[in-house]
């Protein structure tokens, strides 16, 4: 047979296989829609994963990595705001004015409501459509607030960080379920909180209808904070005390997913559920994250501030499990991907991500060759990336150095190289990201083709652009006019 034909024998079979899976769901009171489970850690680094980094303790993830698809080019947004958006739209930050910062408690930014978001499409196909954890999308007016956007419930908190135990964000608190203030959940570990939540949308979840659950963590995000039996039970090894705290919080990520998939198969659902596991962008290296070998931290547009650490896992519907996925994907694919995933069809209109369905499930070519990792006028910088090479213009923030995690000094015999004098960058850089994925060789001056070719791709993208929306404090936001809380209604 030629090579044409067994690839089209072999996704004949995955289809069969698939039909005969609905069967059985079928007769056994399931849905034949795979249920979606996405779970977001928040600033995990690139080697904050075991599967990358032998000395952190996330055995659950690892094994769930190795046994699905390690995604090695899954792409976000370098900080957290736009990468939800992204998740959430299927659209760049730069078409939903978003693309400038995080969202702040005291602004009226948020994701715009001109369009159906994730949860929305995959509940008009009949889906159970539940939140835990982090929005970070704007709360100002309510109908920016989760219930609002196509979620059935939520649990979790609005703002962007907040102590893990008192929930509180400066002078306010800030934990909801659903739409009242929750002041249970004070003096509780927030991932442990979302680990019991989760867990009991799952028990009580009416398995004929299928499942679309979005488990957005705290974890890893600043403060430092992680009960102390974490770091006794699985840090000793870590030589840094705050790198400790931060395995600490690692740890309690990873038995979070434990128990959660633990549910998932208790319940008998696992076998026709499709997870996402990713971070929203890179580690914070100021906060003692690691993204090492890759170049940079979160806020940057360097890979160790865009490249996710990321797989899927579904034995059942993968082709090719414990397997690599090395294609590029980017986070608005994740919309249009589970919309066809759902049987919503391959395409959805007025976004930019594309559906990598197929391709997931039969570990073939994908159908991405371009991206955008950000565009944004107020600082001048951007970045797009086609095929193995990528183009950066404009400013290079900090931190923009290869920072080395304490565990694996010896290891790697290399310490943290940072590099300074900024104002020296050069307007553009230029990056074979085949042969040197740490950016190391800004190889613009010898190739000198590929420079203009890339920057006339990026320019053709300027005219799209949504400005930056305006992002000054309000003062009506103030928790003292909400009890204390933090609080939709001002805006």
């Given at each position: 047979?030629?090579?044409?034909?067994?690839?089209?024998?072999?996704?004949?079979?995955?289809?069969?296989?698939?039909?005969?899976?609905?069967?059985?769901?079928?007769?056994?009171?399931?849905?034949?829609?795979?249920?979606?489970?996405?779970?977001?850690?928040?600033?995990?680094?690139?080697?904050?994963?075991?599967?990358?980094?032998?000395?952190?303790?996330?055995?659950?993830?690892?094994?769930?990595?190795?046994?699905?698809?390690?995604?090695n080019q899954s792409y976000v947004q370098q900080t957290c705001s736009p990468s939800r958006a992204a998740l959430m739209s299927g659209r760049y930050p730069h078409h939903l004015g978003l693309q400038y910062n995080t969202m702040r408690s005291s602004w009226t930014l948020h994701l715009p409501d001109d369009q159906p978001i994730l949860p929305e499409a995959l509940?008009?196909?009949?889906?159970?459509?539940?939140?835990?954890?982090?929005?970070h999308l704007g709360f100002c007016n309510w109908r920016y607030t989760p219930t609002y956007r196509g979620f059935q419930s939520f649990y979790g908190y609005y703002n962007a960080a907040e102590d893990y135990y008192t929930h509180i964000q400066h002078h306010g608190y800030d934990f909801r379920d659903n739409d009242q203030v929750d002041k249970s959940a004070v003096g509780l570990y927030s991932t442990n909180l979302f680990n019991d939540r989760a867990i009991r949308i799952i028990n009580d979840h009416n398995t004929s209808q299928p499942l679309f659950l979005y488990l957005a963590y705290q974890a890893v995000h600043g403060p430092l904070q992680a009960p102390q039996w974490y770091i006794d039970q699985h840090c000793k090894h870590i030589p840094d005390n705050n790198r400790k705290i931060k395995c600490g919080m690692i740890a309690a990520l990873d038995e979070s997913?434990?128990?959660?998939?633990?549910?998932?198969?208790?319940?008998?659902?696992?076998?026709?559920?499709?997870?996402?596991f990713s971070s929203d962008n890179g580690g914070p290296v100021r906060e003692y994250a690691s993204n090492y070998p890759l170049r940079g931290s979160k806020i940057t547009l360097w890979e160790?501030?865009?490249?996710?650490?990321?797989?899927?896992?579904?034995?059942?519907?993968?082709?090719?499990?414990?397997?690599?996925?090395?294609?590029?994907?980017?986070?608005?694919?994740?919309?249009?991907?589970?919309?066809?995933?759902?049987?919503?069809?391959?395409?959805v209109a007025n976004i930019d991500g594309v559906s990598q369905?197929?391709?997931?499930?039969?570990?073939?070519?994908?159908?991405?060759?371009?991206?955008?990792?950000?565009?944004d006028e107020v600082r001048n910088d951007s970045a797009i990336r086609r095929g193995r090479y990528k183009l950066i213009q404009g400013y290079a923030r900090n931190p923009n150095g290869w920072f080395v995690p304490p565990e694996l000094e010896k290891v790697m015999n290399q310490t943290t190289v940072e590099i300074h004098g900024q104002k020296n960058n050069p307007p553009y850089s230029l990056y074979d990201l085949e042969t040197d994925p740490?950016?190391?060789?800004?190889?613009?001056?010898?190739?000198?083709?590929?420079?203009?070719?890339?920057?006339?791709?990026?320019?053709?993208?300027?005219?799209?652009?949504?400005?930056?929306?305006?992002?000054?404090?309000?003062?009506?936001?103030?928790?003292?006019?909400?009890n204390g809380n933090w609080s939709p209604g001002w805006c």
């Open positions: 047979m030629t090579r044409a034909a067994v690839s089209a024998a072999s996704l004949l079979l995955l289809l069969y296989a698939l039909h005969c899976s609905s069967d059985v769901n079928a007769a056994q009171g399931q849905t034949s829609q795979p249920n979606i489970v996405i779970l977001l850690a928040d600033d995990l680094g690139w080697s904050d994963v075991g599967w990358r980094n032998q000395f952190m303790p996330t055995p659950t993830l690892d094994k769930m990595a190795r046994e699905g698809m390690i995604l509940k008009k196909l009949g889906y159970a459509t539940h939140m835990v954890g982090k929005w997913v434990k128990n959660v998939t633990h549910a998932l198969k208790q319940r008998g659902l696992m076998d026709n559920t499709f997870i996402l160790g501030g865009t490249r996710a650490a990321a797989f899927v896992y579904a034995p059942s519907l993968l082709q090719k499990t414990n397997s690599s996925y090395e294609e590029l994907i980017h986070i608005t694919d994740w919309y249009p991907t589970l919309v066809e995933a759902a049987g919503g069809g391959s395409s369905w197929k391709n997931l499930l039969s570990g073939g070519p994908g159908p991405r060759q371009e991206f955008i990792y950000n565009m740490e950016e190391r060789h800004n190889i613009i001056d010898s190739h000198q083709d590929v420079f203009h070719n890339l920057k006339a791709r990026l320019d053709s993208y300027r005219p799209s652009l949504v400005p930056t929306k305006h992002y000054d404090s309000v003062k009506a936001s103030n928790p003292d006019h909400f």
